[in-house]
T-cell receptor, first 114, second 113 residues
Framework: KAGVTQTPRYLIKTRGQQVTLSCSPI?????VSWYQQTPGQGLQFLFE???????NKGNFPGRFSGRQFSNSRSEMNVSTLELGDSALYLC?????????????FGQGTRLTVV | SQKIEQNSEALNIQEGKTATLTCNYT??????LQWYRQDPGRGPVFLLL?????KEKRKERLKVTFDTTLKQSLFHITASQPADSATYLC????????????FGSGTRLSIRP
């Protein structure tokens, strides 16, 4: 079956703009999590959605937001972009909310803010 | 605050030897510990999960140990191959279904022929 799909793969934005990233989980998976990965900070948790509800949120400013649709697809939005938001944004899906199952990651969206 | 440390940023091993990666954590009592592999430009790929009441888990050439007293996990790759070269991440998961997964910064493993 198809893996986790993230679009777009690459994105260049200007400071102050906003951006929306998309994630389509594996069919049947209802949990979607978002992560930011940078060389200095590693993989940092942004938020998790399960059945259209945000279940958990990391320590990021309110400029970072997300949502999940009834088909489990998820979007992440970053407003008022800053240079420091340049990173690889990864989405991961799993079939249940619990933690004893593996997370399947997409290839990520590489965001560059100039 | 919760902290995860992976023993080193980079590890170079001769092909055929056993590679051992370390993951230490503080201020946390995880229910599960996971190991992932990440290749450049790609998302992490799940390798193994071990529960807090399990001491050891094996999968082919991979072995993971989990010592909740030492607050440490060891990840071993036996008979290492150049294709095993990648960054390996450990991740901790709490008991609550609402707990987030916390990742370590990773160890970049290079296997030289």
């Amino acid at each position: 079956k198809a893996g986790v799909t993230q679009t777009p793969r690459y994105l260049i934005k200007t400071r102050g703009q906003q951006v929306t990233l998309s994630c389509s989980p594996i069919s049947g998976h209802r949990s979607v999590s978002w992560y930011q990965q940078t060389p200095g900070q590693g993989l940092q948790f942004l938020f998790e959605y399960f059945s259209e509800t945000q279940r958990n949120k990391g320590n990021f400013p309110g400029r970072f937001s997300g949502r999940q649709f009834s088909n489990s697809r998820s979007e992440m939005n970053v407003s008022t972009l800053e240079l420091g938001d340049s990173a690889l944004y990864l989405c991961a899906s799993s079939w249940q909310e619990g933690r004893a199952t593996e997370a399947f990651f997409g290839q990520g969206t590489r965001l560059t803010v100039v | 605050s919760q902290k995860i440390e992976q023993n080193s940023e980079a590890l170079n091993i001769q092909e055929g030897k056993t590679a051992t990666l370390t993951c230490n954590y503080t201020n946390y009592s995880p229910a599960y510990l996971q190991w992932y592999r990440q290749d450049p430009g790609r998302g992490p790929v799940f390798l193994l999960l071990i529960r807090e009441n399990e001491k050891e888990k094996r999968k082919e050439r991979l072995k993971v140990t989990f010592d909740t007293t030492l607050k440490q996990s060891l990840f071993h790759i036996t008979a290492s191959q150049p294709a095993d070269s990648a960054t390996y991440l450990c991740a901790l998961v709490g008991y609550s279904s609402a707990s987030k997964i916390i990742f370590g910064s990773g160890t970049r493993l290079s296997i030289r022929p």
